[in-house]
């Protein structure tokens, strides 16, 4: 029987793991993982973690849930996969029509790609592309939010604003305009949510008021942006977008690959600020976690501005090998199926409730800034000085120190710099997060102690 440290040794050998400075495992042990089930990862030595994180923000209804499991087993003998291109399968008609239901209000076409950052280029090209077939030569541009994030291809890199992951492939990417975060964490004091939101829509307004002729769309992430810190802005910014996007003829394209199905409280974030976008793109926790997906939603509108004779080449001719996999629609439709029998949205309510309870004392830690929730995401972000703010380095890697002492104590809490967060799958217990916030405190205490 293979242990940790047999894999681990097999692993470095043949593996380059993403998001990873690889010389960092000559100090930091690699963990295997056996299996999992529920909220519970399971390592080769009998280790067991509370996966905080949701595997990447993707698992909601706990691994190996044995529903999810069994419509994947189904589809599995009738059919794997087929090309997508002039064939069709019954899963994926179900799980179009199922989304045109339960999504914002006149979405009612799906493309699919095989992941988030796939999806968001197609959002981006099927914009252009749109204004291309109505004669607009002129729209070429996209607006981005300063310190967003929308994925790790080029494109994708292109709207986005996190340095970390874009600084260095700049020189090839296209130009785009950035507008202010609505970021809250950096009201004034006394300053509410929502007024900060509208003040940083100033700056919105502005670029699209000067730009508005040569911009495509606007791209956002509605309510959290996720892995910019989890920093997070009221829906008032979002109503405020959807009223100038009409004003200026520009498209709105809400990226909720890592916010939807219920992770800000409600099914999907635009909910909240009672608005349609032109784009929806939909992926993570599209299939509970288990195969990759994307799916994005479009209107009548866009999808007419395709719809011609072949001579005319205004076809939105994209794809991927994968496009609308059988067996990743099982698995979303079974997690479609748990939303639908289990009353989920209304049910987390009380683990939201618990969430914000078991963290409210974080607050008085010398070294936490704030912590801030929306929905079933709960922030936590270490600061070297409370009173200003003022960050620890980023060199210092505090955020380490607290992920290594959660493994040591059955969790996995991997921060985002400074910022410890919890994303948990939806089936955790009241008990689990009393524990992953002992942990994190505890955590917390040792990656501060030299202050």
């Known amino acids: 029987m293979p242990n940790n440290q047999s894999l681990m040794q097999r692993d470095l050998k043949v593996l380059w793991h993403p998001c990873t400075q690889m010389k960092d495992h000559e100090t930091l042990p690699l963990i295997p993982i056996r299996r999992g089930e529920g909220v519970w990862l399971e390592d080769f030595d009998g280790n067991r973690y509370i996966d905080a994180v949701s595997s990447w923000w993707v698992n909601i209804f706990g691994h190996a849930n044995p529903r999810i499991n069994d419509r994947i087993k189904g589809q599995l003998d009738q059919l794997e996969h087929v090309i997508l291109a002039g064939f069709s399968h019954e899963p994926i008609i179900e799980l179009s029509e199922r989304l045109v239901a339960i999504t914002p209000d006149k979405l009612n076409h799906c493309f699919y790609a095989d992941n988030g950052s796939s999806g968001i280029e197609v959002a981006l090209k099927m914009s252009f592309h749109y204004w291309l077939n109505q004669g607009n030569k002129k729209k070429t541009k996209f607006v981005t939010l300063g310190n967003s994030y929308h994925g790790e291809t080029l494109a994708a890199l292109a709207v986005g604003n996190v340095e970390l992951y874009k600084k260095i492939y700049e020189p090839l990417l296209m130009t785009t305009l950035t507008a202010p975060s609505p970021d809250c964490y950096a009201r004034e004091e006394g300053e509410t949510w929502e007024q900060y939101s509208l003040r940083a829509f100033e700056g919105m307004e502005e670029i699209l008021r000067r730009n508005h002729e040569e911009i495509c769309a606007v791209i ?18 979002l109503k405020k977008l959807r009223e100038a ?32 976008p032109d784009f929806l793109c939909l992926s993570k926790a599209l299939t509970g976690g288990y195969l990759p997906l994307c799916a ?74 704030e912590v801030r929730q929306t929905g079933m995401i709960l922030a936590i972000e270490m600061v070297k000085n409370k009173k200003n703010k003022q960050p620890f380095a980023w060199q210092e890697r505090r955020g380490l120190r607290v ?48 202050e």
Not at 301 to 323: C, K, V, W
Not at 411 to 416: E, G, H, I, M, Q
Request: with cysteine; aromatic share 10%; proline share 4%.
């Open 220 to 237: 956002v992430e509605p309510l959290v942006q996720c892995a910019g810190n989890m920093r997070m802005y009221h829906p008032v910014y």
């Open 245 to 276: 996007c009409d004003r200026y003829q520009v498209h709105m394209i809400a990226d909720e690959i890592a916010v939807g199905f219920g992770r800000t409280g409600t099914l999907f974030a635009c909910e909240q600020a009672d608005i349609t």
């Open 296 to 369: 994005v939603l479009t209107h009548e509108t866009i999808y007419q501005a395709f719809y011609d004779e072949y001579e005319t080449m205004r076809g939105f001719l994209h794809s991927h090998s994968y496009t609308g996999n059988p067996l990743a629609c099982a698995a979303a439709l079974a997690t479609l199926d748990i939303f639908e029998q289990d009353n989920v949205i209304e049910n987390n309510q009380k683990l939201i409730r618990k969430m914000a309870a078991a963290t409210a004392h974080f607050t008085d830690h010398p070294n936490i800034a």
């Open 403 to 450: 992920y290594q002492h959660a493994l040591q104590n059955q969790a996995l809490l991997r921060p985002l710099g400074n910022v410890v967060y919890f994303m948990p799958p939806y089936v955790i217990s009241e008990e689990q997060i009393d524990h992953l916030a002992n942990v994190a405190w505890d955590g917390i205490n040792i990656a501060t102690q030299d």
